[in-house]
């Protein structure tokens, strides 16, 4: 009989222990709670997407942020894990995510790089929205953007295989740059675009904004008329509607004319729609106290202020194409540079 109890008794601590666990009944507040004129949240010791509420009079109520989410000590609240540091609280709660592209209801995940390094789901309470980083880019879920393919750890989504180029210094370690840390190679059948080859051998890729073409022999964005192979490259395109669209930063889409980019931007309105709308309804419902995270916005894919291509007017660094909302790094500076008629090569016309 006492046999029996004992391993009724084994069986119920087991399952505690496991709902314990799930829960993370184990953890405790990072600090004590203190009574305050206003309610604020506490980390918790072990489990990064739990924390505690501390109420007014001092009382505690553990919270979980929403599936996908960890607690940011840094902003006291819910934020996506490639902004948080959760060293020394890894525990987090069971997924809760049946949609197969989505491993959590909330997040950033990228393709399997057999079918691409540039796309990636922006999954949304559960529904997941496609997304694809521009052209010579891929997405890095470390850090939640879209960043170079030499910026990435991303082992099978190397920078050569990407952007399908090799430099023609891949492995001379000595080999002289011309532009100081990188020399421009032209691109084989694109004249807006060229590649940067850093002194270790990666390509990078980069371009010209509508309207100008790359100068091989000076290294330098230039105009059609300057660069006798490309000086057709346009046709009979009218220069006025190619500057506007470069003012407006349609410089990223090198392979679209004027006609193809507003056709692209239609396809894209209806799934951006719903996207927007659910994004909405989730900060709605944060403001009302009803939901427990972040009241930061998804984050955005589009380059800061310009596009993923454009003049190259200094030694080319990070790109600056990640989420708005992220915490800035401060070893990326953005490489891309609006038309500055500094990095053009003037020449008197015959």
Same mark, same amino acid.
């Given at each position: 009989?006492?046999?029996?109890?004992?391993?009724?008794?084994?069986?119920?601590?087991?399952?505690?222990?496991?709902?314990?666990?799930?829960?993370?009944?184990?953890?405790?507040?990072?600090?004590?709670?203190?009574?305050?004129?206003?309610?604020?949240?506490?980390?918790?010791?072990?489990?990064?997407?739990?924390?505690?509420?501390?109420?007014?009079?001092?009382?505690?109520?553990?919270?979980?942020?929403?599936?996908?989410?960890?607690?940011?000590?840094?902003?006291?609240?819910?934020?996506?894990?490639?902004?948080?540091?959760?060293?020394?609280?890894?525990?987090?709660?069971?997924?809760?995510?049946?949609?197969?592209?989505?491993?959590?209801?909330?997040?950033?995940?990228?393709?399997?790089?057999?079918?691409?390094?540039?796309?990636?789901?922006?999954?949304?309470?559960?529904?997941?929205?496609?997304?694809?980083?521009?052209?010579?880019?891929?997405?890095?879920?470390?850090?939640?953007?879209?960043?170079?393919?030499?910026?990435?750890?991303?082992?099978?989504?190397?920078?050569?295989?990407?952007?399908?180029?090799?430099?023609?210094?891949?492995?001379?370690?000595?080999?002289?740059?011309?532009?100081?840390?990188?020399?421009?190679?032209?691109?084989?059948? /694109?004249?807006?675009?060229?590649?940067?080859?850093?002194?270790?051998?990666?390509?990078?890729?980069?371009?010209?904004?509508?309207?100008?073409?790359?100068?091989?022999?000076?290294?330098?964005?230039?105009?059609?008329?300057?660069?006798?192979?490309?000086?057709?490259?346009?046709?009979?395109?009218?220069?006025?509607?190619?500057?506007?669209?470069?003012?407006?930063?349609?410089?990223?889409?090198?392979?679209?004319?004027?006609?193809?980019?507003?056709?692209?931007?239609?396809?894209?309105?209806?799934?951006?729609?719903?996207?927007?709308?659910?994004?909405? /309804?989730? /900060?709605?419902?944060? /403001?009302?106290?009803?939901?427990?995270?972040?009241?930061?916005?998804?984050?955005?894919?589009?380059?800061?202020?310009?596009?993923?291509?454009?003049?190259?007017?200094?030694?080319?660094?990070?790109?600056?194409?990640?989420?708005?909302?992220?915490?800035?790094?401060?070893?990326?500076?953005?490489?891309?540079?609006?038309?500055?008629?500094?990095?053009?090569?003037?020449?008197?016309?015959?």
């Amino acid at each position: 009989m006492k046999k029996s109890i004992y391993a009724v008794g084994g069986t119920f601590l087991y399952a505690l222990l496991i709902s314990s666990f799930i829960t993370g009944a184990f953890g405790d507040p990072t600090e004590e709670c203190q009574s305050r004129n206003q309610t604020y949240k506490i980390s918790d010791s072990e489990q990064c997407d739990k924390y505690h509420e501390c109420g007014k009079s001092g009382k505690l109520n553990e919270r979980l942020c929403d599936d996908g989410f960890v607690f940011s000590e840094e902003i006291r609240g819910c934020d996506y894990p490639h902004n948080v540091n959760c060293t020394g609280r890894e525990i987090l709660q069971e997924p809760q995510s049946i949609h197969p592209h989505c491993p959590r209801m909330n997040g950033f995940y990228a393709f399997p790089p057999v079918d691409s390094c540039q796309k990636f789901y922006h999954c949304l309470e559960g529904k997941a929205y496609e997304k694809t980083c521009p052209e010579g880019v891929i997405f890095d879920p470390s850090k939640g953007a879209c960043i170079h393919p030499d910026l990435s750890h991303r082992v099978d989504c190397r920078p050569d295989t990407v952007l399908n180029f090799t430099c023609p210094n891949y492995g001379k370690k000595f080999a002289r740059l011309k532009f100081g840390d990188h020399e421009r190679v032209a691109h084989p059948t /694109n004249c807006r675009k060229y590649f940067i080859c850093f002194a270790d051998g990666r390509p990078r890729i980069a371009g010209c904004s509508l309207g100008k073409v790359f100068n091989p022999k000076h290294g330098v964005c230039d105009q059609p008329k300057k660069v006798p192979q490309c000086k057709d490259y346009y046709g009979k395109k009218d220069p006025a509607k190619l500057a506007k669209l470069a003012e407006l930063g349609e410089e990223a889409s090198l392979n679209l004319d004027e006609d193809d980019l507003s056709e692209l931007e239609t396809e894209d309105n209806a799934e951006d729609e719903q996207e927007n709308e659910a994004t909405h /309804n989730k /900060n709605a419902n944060v /403001n009302k106290g009803k939901k427990q995270h972040s009241k930061r916005h998804a984050p955005s894919f589009v380059p800061d202020g310009q596009a993923a291509f454009g003049n190259i007017a200094s030694s080319p660094g990070a790109p600056n194409i990640g989420p708005a909302n992220s915490p800035s790094d401060k070893d990326s500076h953005s490489d891309i540079d609006s038309d500055d008629d500094s990095s053009e090569v003037e020449e008197d016309d015959d």
